[in-house]
């Protein structure tokens, strides 16, 4: 993919349940392929990066003036639980995750990152790369982030805080981007039973089964070898899948979390791969399995059906119980839900 300096005037906007996305002023900056998607409203002088998602479709997302969305960066909600809110002079990294949290006001979410459910970022707080802020966590103001769990690595400075917000805008101008034609491909894609959205890549030998479905800036490149996705399985916002030699096989009824990364592995049937996770390649995973979010797993590994794997490489942590079987099984219906409705709405937005 060549690098690209195009900007377009608005990311590509859908609505739903009705509800369009509403700004206060046009974006600064708007990125190839980026996407808006339902119960949005953002603030003034906003910039979207490209190939980056902001969908707030079970539940509603507020962004206040002056935000920032790297590269690749997704932020959604969850369905009924919590929204998303964000306050003002907000950056958030390339390839980060805004989930279902709130955000407050001068804050920095450094590249890979992922802010978790329920979580609460005071106002002055930076998230460093790569860090991963477990649900329901409190971060306090004033202080740096870093690590899986994320804690208060140091006292934040006024300037360092500006200084790391300023490298987050500048890599909006350094994008690794598509050409229009390509940003596009999902429109005139053949994948016509199944949801693909507009704005996600595909190339290659692919093979969605029946309700498959893939979301916004996705990209699967199956140049070297086949992706084959099973009936009712998601690939959700801007998850990379790439095959080196051997493909990619997904069972039946997995969920594939925002910005996951994928070389040639196999994963089973019901499983859940967690949010901002990295599967290296050869890694089979069995049936029923949790993968946390923020997890790792080793080149070659395999992960045992019936367990909660997590960690930095992954580690079984604890056996699936009833609660987490019948998460997956919700996450999977909602999903398989939302696909039937963007699928509708984006046939009819031509």
Request: hydrophobic share 40%.
């Amino acid at each position: 993919m060549k690098t690209q300096s195009i900007a377009v005037s608005m990311p590509y906007v859908l609505p739903y349940e009705g509800v369009k996305p509403r700004f206060a002023a046009s974006p600064l900056f708007v990125g190839l392929a980026s996407s808006v998607v339902g119960k949005v409203e953002v603030g003034l002088r906003a910039s979207f990066g490209s190939l980056s998602v902001i969908r707030a479709d079970g539940h509603y997302v507020r962004i206040g003036d002056d935000f920032c969305l790297g590269n690749g960066a997704t932020v959604h909600i969850a369905q009924g639980i919590y929204p998303t809110i964000v306050g003002d002079r907000v950056s958030v990294g390339q390839n980060a995750v805004v989930h279902a949290c709130t955000i407050g006001s001068d804050c920095v979410v450094e590249a890979n990152a992922v802010v978790l459910d329920g979580s609460v970022i005071e106002d002055r707080v930076v998230i460093e790369a790569g860090s991963v802020v477990y649900p329901r966590s409190v971060l306090k103001s004033g202080f740096i982030y870093a690590g899986s769990p994320a804690k208060p690595r140091c006292e934040l400075e006024e300037l360092e805080r500006k200084q790391r917000d300023r490298r987050v805008r500048a890599e909006l101008q350094k994008s690794d981007s598509v050409s229009v034609v390509d940003a596009l491909r999902g429109a005139d894609s053949p994948y016509r039973q199944n949801f693909v959205a507009r704005t996600a890549l595909l190339s290659g030998n692919i093979e969605l089964k029946s309700s498959a479905s893939v979301f916004f800036s996705c990209i699967l490149d199956a140049a070297q070898g086949a992706i084959v996705v099973g009936a009712n399985s998601n690939i959700q916002d801007n998850t990379r899948i790439r095959c080196d030699r051997n493909g990619v096989v997904i069972g039946q009824d997995t969920a594939l979390g925002h910005n996951v990364e994928i070389r040639d592995c196999v994963i089973g049937a019901r499983c859940l791969i967690g949010i901002g996770s990295s599967l290296a390649a050869g890694t089979v995973v069995e049936d029923d399995v949790m993968l946390a979010a923020g997890s790792i797993t080793l080149e070659g590994q395999r992960l045992e059906s019936g367990w909660l794997w997590a960690g930095r490489p992954a580690r079984p942590l604890s056996r699936l119980d009833d609660a987490k079987r019948t998460m997956i099984r919700r996450i999977t219906e909602q999903y398989c839900s939302y696909a039937d409705e963007f699928r509708r709405l984006q046939s009819c937005s031509g």
